[in-house]
């Protein structure tokens, strides 16, 4: 097993033509702050042709795939206090980390287990297939907590599992349980608690035995048909981000939870 650099808020390791990108962020719910969201992009883009690699799974920790983002980052707590290039700046990093992981010629793999939150949700969507361990619980709270929902996922849900189920999650913010998200075919492979870092490795082992070139072609070929307009409808949603963050609604949803008075919070 080789490391492939030195990392603050992942772990990198490869084994054979396989890829394994560990959330390590040091957060109690494995958030995503700035530094992380750099440190995903520089690794996308070091290995986006890398033709060693055949599968690149993602996963995060035990009990939670990831909470989403950390909005105790002051950069999120308090925006306002950046000048306007930074915070637009700011704002389209979790897109960018997303477009950067969607470009790796490999196929990826999330493996996910326990809660998969907001941004995280976002960045699962990115990659090409899904395993949830039946603890997992899919969640995206930012339209509740005033905020739109950005990282140009919404074009990539509503591409997988439609429009009406894609507002049922962003719009309503309903948890979406293993089952569910394995029965609205945004999730590819059940796997037991536990087991769904296991499971995405067999599924890795697969495309490791498939022909490395004709793989990524037909991979190219399916994003190609799938994100044709995907940029053109959401290229401002980061704007829109920016928008939100001046609205009471986002002062009092990022407040709420900070203070632990979100209804939803359960140690997020």
């Given at each position: 097993m080789?490391?492939h650099?030195?990392?603050?808020?992942?772990?990198v390791?490869?084994?054979?033509?396989?890829m394994?990108?560990?959330?390590?962020?040091g957060?109690?719910?494995?958030?995503?702050?700035f530094?992380?969201?750099?440190?995903?992009?520089t690794?996308?883009?070091?290995?986006a042709e890398?033709?060693s690699?055949?599968?690149?799974v993602?996963?995060g920790?035990?009990i939670?795939?990831?909470?989403?983002?950390n909005?105790?980052d002051?950069?999120?707590v308090?925006p306002?206090e950046?000048?306007?290039?930074e915070?637009?700046r700011?704002?389209?990093?979790g897109?960018?980390?997303?477009?950067a992981?969607?470009?790796?010629?490999a196929v990826?793999?999330?493996?996910?287990?326990?809660?998969?939150v907001?941004?995280?949700?976002?960045?699962?969507?990115?990659l090409?297939?899904?395993?949830?361990?039946?603890?997992?619980?899919?969640y995206v709270p930012?339209?509740?907590?005033?905020?739109?929902?950005?990282?140009?996922?919404?074009?990539?849900?509503v591409?997988?599992?439609?429009?009406a189920r894609?507002k049922?999650?962003?719009?309503?913010?309903?948890?979406v349980?293993?089952?569910?998200?394995?029965?609205w075919?945004?999730?590819?492979y059940?796997a037991?608690?536990?087991?769904?870092?296991?499971?995405?490795?067999?599924?890795?082992?697969?495309?490791?035995?498939m022909?490395?070139?004709?793989?990524?072609m037909?991979k190219q070929?399916?994003?190609?048909?799938?994100?044709a307009?995907?940029?053109?409808?959401?290229y401002?949603?980061?704007?829109?981000?920016?928008l939100?963050?001046?609205?009471?609604?986002?002062?009092?949803?990022i407040?709420?939870?900070?203070?632990k008075r979100?209804?939803?919070y359960?140690?997020k």
């Amino acid at each position: 097993m080789t490391d492939h650099g030195a990392y603050r808020h992942i772990t990198v390791d490869q084994t054979g033509t396989i890829m394994v990108v560990t959330l390590a962020t040091g957060h109690k719910a494995n958030a995503l702050c700035f530094d992380t969201m750099n440190e995903m992009v520089t690794l996308a883009n070091s290995v986006a042709e890398d033709t060693s690699i055949s599968a690149v799974v993602l996963t995060g920790q035990p009990i939670v795939f990831t909470g989403g983002m950390n909005l105790s980052d002051p950069n999120v707590v308090s925006p306002q206090e950046l000048d306007l290039p930074e915070r637009r700046r700011g704002a389209a990093l979790g897109a960018k980390m997303c477009r950067a992981w969607e470009s790796i010629e490999a196929v990826t793999i999330a493996a996910i287990e326990g809660p998969c939150v907001g941004g995280g949700v976002a960045l699962a969507l990115a990659l090409d297939l899904r395993v949830c361990a039946d603890n997992a619980v899919i969640y995206v709270p930012e339209v509740a907590r005033g905020m739109n929902m950005s990282w140009q996922s919404v074009p990539r849900s509503v591409s997988l599992i439609g429009p009406a189920r894609t507002k049922r999650m962003f719009l309503l913010a309903e948890q979406v349980s293993a089952q569910t998200a394995i029965d609205w075919g945004w999730a590819d492979y059940p796997a037991t608690s536990g087991s769904a870092l296991e499971s995405a490795l067999g599924v890795a082992a697969q495309v490791e035995k498939m022909p490395s070139i004709a793989t990524r072609m037909c991979k190219q070929s399916i994003n190609v048909a799938t994100n044709a307009l995907h940029h053109a409808v959401s290229y401002m949603d980061a704007d829109q981000l920016l928008l939100t963050q001046h609205s009471d609604d986002y002062i009092e949803g990022i407040t709420s939870y900070l203070e632990k008075r979100d209804p939803e919070y359960k140690g997020k």
